[in-house]
């Protein structure tokens, strides 16, 4: 596939440039990349505070709620932030599409590799905490859960960073639809709590936001997002996530001609 072959051709320049996305990030700031990791440790921290303390949420599997609910905040997190940066990415990095020759297909995935520096650290606390209290993860669903993650994130920018180059106004809609995601996935709340609902709970499950989240988390808590009943789920994610690739290359392509004259 074209797209593939051109991330691969230039993964050294797309692996410099992505790093450097990270740094610039914060560069007016005194502590400069520290803010990257300090923020969104202190968002998770906050909700661990408000949820387990406050709300005194109960956790599941006789785990306490920052166990259960830290593995699926990270994967949010990174879901979240990945797909903002990159569906912002070739506005923001607009003198590549208009003065240099530089294949614009890859730009999503500079901001990507900026937003995974994050994630990544998101990831090591998630674990380090429930091994902190003898929750140890499954390695092979974690691995899974993240190589799905990005394929899905790859898949969802490919069409959003497109509609945004062209409408820039998508980029705040899109910031809206993503916190409605938020409170409509399971990251804060349980999908026990649709037990008496099964038809909201079954769209749930379909949905690749919760297949992610829910995935992650059971790889903590002793669950198997796929083989035995959640099979089907993970034969759905892969449907929607290689269709929504086809139409969003399909969008990509058609349009990435025009980018240079919008912008």
Partial sequence: MEFIKTILKNRSIIWKLGKSDFKNRFAST???SIWGFLQPFIFQMMYVFVFQYVFKSPGEA??????????????????????MSASNSIR???YLVKKVIFPVDAIPIISLIGSSF?????????TAVCIAFKFVPNV?????????????????????????????????????????????????????????????????????????????RQ??????????????????FWVITILM???????????????????
């Avoid at 994050?118 to 998630?126: D, E, G, Q, Y």
């Fill in 30 to 32: 005194s502590l400069g």
């Fill in 62 to 83: 006789g785990a306490p709620y920052v166990v259960w609910f830290l593995p699926g905040m990270a994967i949010w997190q990174c879901l979240n932030d990945s797909i």
């Fill in 92 to 94: 923001s990095y607009s």
């Fill in 118 to 126: 994050v994630s990544i650290f998101l990831f090591i606390i998630a």
């Fill in 140 to 216: 092979w669903i974690v691995l899974y859960i993240i190589f799905a993650t990005y394929a899905f994130i790859i898949a969802f920018t490919r069409l959003t960073s497109a509609i945004t180059t062209l409408v820039p106004d998508f980029s705040n809609l899109l910031g809206i639809l993503m916190q409605l995601f938020f409170w409509a996935t399971p990251v804060v709340w349980s999908l026990t709590r649709l037990a008496d609902h099964p038809t909201m709970l079954n769209i749930m499950q379909y949905m690749p936001f919760s297949y992610l989240v829910t995935g992650f």
């Fill in 219 to 236: 790889a903590f808590m002793g669950g198997d997002i796929i083989t035995a009943n959640h099979g089907i789920y993970t034969i759905v």
């Fill in 245 to 263: 690739f086809v139409w969003g290359n399909h969008v990509f392509n058609k349009n990435k001609k025009d980018f240079a004259d919008v912008l």
